[in-house]
């Protein structure tokens, strides 16, 4: 069961990269990544193109403005399912330039792994940090020194946990036949009703019409604006709700605004997932500042008279493991960090963008063991 676990998490990551693509500016400047702009050596960082990945697309670029003489940057392929060829194109070419000593991929698509080793066949030097893996974790960590993943199978646990603490009696699980049949949902689901039987908190599964079925996007998003109020009329406001589809997030954060309800997480947590464009927050002018996105969210928030019961994590994850990935990367081509994998100075990295509460947790299942160099990641809630 664990091996079929690990292989519907690839699959699940590669449908997220086409379901997720969110409007996000680059990292915040406040916490600039560490390294010297006339250091001997460059550091590659690999991501999708806007359409794709624009978090990651914008802190790769972010580096760059910052760190001009260090920081090269590419972008796989918006067809990398197919074009695999091309992204192991573009890695080999980054590799050429001697004076590149590591990569860092994010996301870290089909064809990562075989970039990696081809260019492992005439380097051997670079350190490679691969984040959002999306080929199966055994076969990623051979190749890679460092991999990363969200936990998403222990967001069962930690987001009954956040609603609880939101004053939930309730919670409402929006889904649909599809994406139950996932491995990692289905697991995550499984937390879900045996945390909401341990804290004393009412389980619903409501199931919402399939967003590539006949109804479309549209109709998905329909359904939540007509639906949540019904849950929230017969359950009373202290009603929590988590929905696995990024295209109904948007829906589903106007209505628990408007209604009163509880909101402890997005499928997949980011403050440039669905808020801004629920709330109608632009950028403009404030690339890079994730705090003035965090402060936009909570005034709309307050302006709802909701505060305390909507929530996100406090960091834009695939940002973070790019500038994490490359303050890593910079200790370790000077010296500081002097194991290719150190997962304490790793996870030093991680809190130092994203806050003290950060865990990493190593990746095991029956087929592969434990690797020791896949970590997942659970990163603190930010409360609005």
Known sequence: MKKFISLLLAFCMIFSLAA???SAPAGDDADAPAGDEKAAYKIGIITGTVSQGEEEYQAAQNLKKAYPDIVVTATYPDNFSTETEQTIATVTNMAA???VKAIVFVQAVPGATAAINKVKETRDDILFIAGVC???PGVIAEAADICLLVDEISMGTTIIDQAAKQGAKTFVHVSFERHL????ISARQALFK????????EYVEATAPDPTGDAGVTGAQAWVTENIKVYVDQYGKDTA???TNCSMQVPLI???AELGAIYPQQCCPSPYHGYPSAFNISVEGHEGDVQYMLDQIAAKVKE??????MSTWAVAINMMMIEAGYNYAVKWIEGEITERCDETALLNEMKAIAGDETTITKYSDDAVGTLDNFFMILCPFYDF
């Open 304 to 309: 709802y008279g909701n505060e305390g019961r």
């Open 134 to 136: 999306a080929e199966d």
């Open 20 to 22: 997720c693509s969110s």
């Open 181 to 184: 049949g996932y491995a990692t």
């Open 254 to 256: 106007q209505q628990c």
């Open 241 to 243: 709700f988590f929905c």
């Open 97 to 99: 330039d001697p004076d």
């Open 194 to 201: 045996q945390r909401c039987a341990d804290l004393n908190i």
